[in-house]
């Protein structure tokens, strides 16, 4: 069986959701004996990148860095190249890539498309783009073979949608078990942070993510003796970026952009706290990770962040600055560590249903 993956930036080392999930699930699924090809995108993937990451081929293709055009351009050209490579099936990620799938279905491939959220919500795109989305979206659901949603609201609300679809399943994000020593305190200390007084949130720099919200926080967190970080960075730079970024350096939060998954359990490891103040998420594998760590957490109130194992004093509305600093310094004044029930996120779990999935077709 020849599997072909459209749709992620490519792996490793890339920031962004998307890419965790293709990187945690296709190795698993190679290390199965299955040949497995990732498409990736030039202007992400490190010269030095290499032509395969643990039992996965990597393809790098050409794509052009703007966000307008990169996604359904390098697309039509996995498609393509899927096809010439005699792959069996095509995995979609995402309501953009999804455009081509009747595409690869017109050139004999089966489709498989994994669905992360509306995407048409995120506040980043125009209105051209909502439009492009839906149509992803659609065409996802009309002419895949399979659809995966990530999340139950995510295929609650593809069913009233679209009706009940033969092969809609829902499998979730996955996260692992934090490595041992993840702490890193000199890494820590050439930041400005103190262990156990500062919180961290994990994303890229756009509006949907909430982060402007977190920074309001910054002037009460530092009477508390807090500090903010923020680990990530913008894929494509923005007005917003740039605006966030000003608006961090005045208030004193620690940016650190894009950074390796060691530096990132490095943050998670030492934080009194994490937050997550989107406006919009699937399925968030950094909420996760900051879980596998036994970290508290306050995250923003939206449905696809309600997952069964946290309480109603884990939530604050959507970009209430003063609600979350109300929570944060409630919650840092506990010194709370949580154990929480992740068995439903294994990736070993996921990458067997998937693997069944391909199976069945």
């Not at 993510?209 to 923020?230: D, F, N, Q, S």
């Amino acid at each position: 069986m020849k599997i072909a993956v459209a749709g992620t930036r490519g792996f490793p080392g890339i920031q962004g959701g998307v890419e965790t999930h293709c990187r945690e699930l296709y190795t698993r699924i190679a290390a199965r004996g299955v040949d497995v090809t990732v498409m990736c995108r030039r202007p992400y993937m490190s010269p030095d990148a290499g032509t395969a990451y643990r039992g996965v081929r990597l393809d790098t293709l050409y794509s052009p860095r703007r966000q307008s055009t990169e996604t359904i351009i390098h697309t039509f050209l996995a498609v393509v190249k899927a096809r010439m490579a005699g792959a069996d099936i095509i995995h979609l990620h995402a309501g953009g890539p999804a455009l081509m799938a009747p595409i690869a279905r017109l050139l004999g491939m089966k489709v498989v498309t994994t669905l992360h959220g509306h995407d048409y919500n995120r506040a980043k795109w125009g209105r051209i783009a909502r439009l492009a989305l839906r149509l992803g979206e659609r065409a996802a659901m009309l002419t895949s073979n399979a659809v995966i949603s990530i999340s139950g609201p995510i295929t609650e609300s593809l069913t009233s949608r679209y009706g009940s679809h033969r092969r809609l399943l829902t499998i979730p994000n996955g996260v692992n078990p934090p490595d041992a020593g993840a702490s890193d305190p000199q890494w820590i200390s050439s930041l400005g942070l103190k262990p156990r007084r500062y919180v961290v949130a994990v994303g890229r720099l756009v509006p949907e993510k909430g982060l402007h919200t977190l920074i309001e926080t910054a002037p009460a967190l530092r009477e508390a003796g807090l500090r903010i970080v923020v680990a990530g960075g913008a894929d494509h730079p923005t007005a917003y970026s740039a605006a966030l970024t000003r608006l961090a350096a005045e208030s004193g939060v620690v940016m650190t952009g894009a950074v390796d998954r060691s530096h990132i359990n490095a943050l998670l490891a030492d934080a009194a706290l994490f937050v997550m103040p989107s406006l919009h998420e699937g399925l968030p594998i950094a909420l996760l990770e900051a879980m596998s760590h036994s970290l508290d957490v306050a995250v923003s109130d939206i449905e696809s962040c309600r997952l069964p194992q946290l309480a109603p004093a884990d939530f604050f509305p959507p970009g209430d600055a003063a609600a979350l600093t109300a929570l944060i310094l409630d919650k840092t004044a506990r010194h709370a560590r949580r154990t929480y029930n992740l068995a439903d996120y294994d990736w070993d779990r996921i990458a067997a249903a998937v693997l069944d999935l391909y199976h069945s077709l």
